[in-house]
């Protein structure tokens, strides 16, 4: 058995009902990229850093420095990824029956809403409106829900069922 903590550092260890010595990980490198049915999903940062995700992984990309900070608070794989019109703030969809969207702080990787409940299949597409204030988004599931949020107040503000194809994409009317 293993027992990670919040951080996901290695806390226990239990083989054969052994104690494993305690140690401590830490993720350093994130090799791959998620390109496979999902769009929108590598974004620039107004640092000049890059953002993409892997798995449950946000990966934060200096392409100076050559190194990579990680936002990972998701429990499923992320499939969806969007960035505020200050290209400081990230929006991170999941897939799952009950998926979240996590928005965040690209520069210190601090969770500035969570908004989940409101779909109920993986969150394929989200887009900010022009004045950063509103966040839209749909799912996976085979009548489409697309919510619109406040997103700094964690309200929803509109929601709508469709049938419709997939939607992969999605776009706030500028102005």
Known sequence: MVILNNNHVLIACFIGGMSVP??????DWIYGYRGHQCR??????????IVYFVAAAAVV???TKKQQRHF??????IISLTTHPDMKIVATGE???SPVIYIWDSETLVIQSVLSGNHSAGITAMAFSSSG????SIDLAATS??????????K????????TDRVFDIKFKPG
């Not at 990972?72 to 794989?77: A, F, L, R, W």
């Not at 929803?156 to 049938?163: D, F, T, V």
């Open 156 to 163: 929803i503000l509109a929601k709508h069922s469709m049938e």
């Open 133 to 136: 204030n509103l966040l839209g």
């Open 72 to 77: 990972i608070e998701h429990t499923d794989d």
């Open 61 to 63: 990309y200096d392409p």
């Open 95 to 97: 897939i799952g029956s």
């Open 40 to 49: 929108q999903n590598v974004q620039y940062l107004a640092s000049g850093e």
């Open 145 to 154: 829900t697309f919510c619109i949020y406040d997103w700094r107040r964690g």
């Open 22 to 27: 305690q140690a401590r990980l830490r993720l």
